[in-house]
């Protein structure tokens, strides 16, 4: 690359993952899988982030109890996360050797792996628990804490968090926890969320999404058109505490998470599966016949009606 800007900009950027110890420089191990921009080397990518039913809950709370809720945003929340699987990334033009046999194996995360949210989110959620949190089984992006009369509720979405607690004492000592351990900007309380915004008064707590809707009214060249009516409504008061839930997601959802703690304790082995051998294949796919017996023979369908 011959912008000066651009390699300028690279050697900050160089210099900066030297600084965190991201990665280390040697000489490219034959046989390893080598990364140029996005991530494809990982086991898993799963990151959970919380559920609008779950912000409607934890806002309910929240105003039933009359807490505090405050917001924090964590500055390159990807980079913190540490990698788990070797990962080998080629380095950027005009930084690599004439042979191109230097290359940086990653100790964290980066922005465009696709295993960084995962990582991310377990690096936090390590943090989280080391402070005594217990994660809720339900939605894993929920976090609570209780003890000897202190309350605190955390909520979880990538790299923004909300943080209800009984008092702003509580709130604050958190909060200042949780900067010595990551790079967080203090939001203060609550006022946007999700495309959300967010007002309180003596009543509860109110939810709107008319700047979301005037953002994409303008995005859309569409505001000359007929106007959009939109309704603030109350989600919760100290009044009125109510939850809804979709029954038959959320108890999918259980159920996966079940699962996924039982892979962690080791109860259960995941194995490698060949694309040959997905079962769910003659359900979704049009097989030959060949692939289809076979199918069939394993999931032990048999034939009633023919001849023994």
Not at 207 to 220: C, L, P
Request: hydrophobic fraction near 40%; charge should be neutral.
């Amino acid at each position: 690359m011959d912008d000066v800007r651009w390699r300028k900009a690279m050697a900050e950027e160089i210099k900066a993952l030297d600084r965190t110890r991201h990665g280390l420089l040697l000489t490219y191990p034959m046989g390893r899988r080598l990364l140029d921009i996005e991530g494809i080397d990982h086991e898993e990518t799963f990151a959970p982030v919380a559920k609008m039913n779950t912000v409607r809950l934890f806002l309910n709370v929240a105003a039933g109890r009359n807490w505090l809720v405050h917001q924090m945003d964590l500055h390159n929340a990807f980079l913190h996360g540490d990698l788990d699987e070797e990962v080998y990334m080629k380095l950027p033009p005009g930084f690599a050797d004439s042979d191109g046999s230097q290359v940086c194996r990653l100790n964290k995360s980066l922005y465009g792996l696709k295993q960084a949210p995962r990582c991310w989110f377990t690096k936090l959620q390590t943090a989280l628990k080391d402070y005594r949190f217990e994660q809720s089984l339900s939605d894993y992006s929920l976090f609570t804490f209780a003890n000897s009369g202190v309350n605190l509720n955390v909520l979880v979405y990538v790299d923004d968090m909300i943080i209800s607690g009984s008092s702003l004492d509580v709130i604050t000592a958190f909060k200042s926890n949780l900067s010595s351990c990551f790079h967080m900007k203090d939001l203060g309380e609550l006022k946007y969320f999700l495309g959300i915004e967010v007002a309180r008064n003596k009543l509860g707590i109110y939810m709107s999404q008319r700047k979301y809707a005037m953002d994409i009214i303008v995005d859309t060249g569409m505001m000359g058109s007929k106007p959009v009516i939109y309704v603030r409504q109350p989600i919760c008061s100290p009044h009125r505490q109510q939850s809804r839930f979709h029954e038959r997601t959320k108890h999918i959802e259980i159920d996966c998470h079940f699962v996924r703690d039982e892979c962690l304790l080791k109860t259960i082995r995941l194995t490698h599966v060949s694309t040959t051998d997905q079962l769910a294949d003659i359900f979704t796919k049009p097989l030959g016949r060949q692939s289809f017996d076979y199918f069939k023979i394993k999931l032990g369908i048999q034939n009633l009606h023919a001849p023994t």
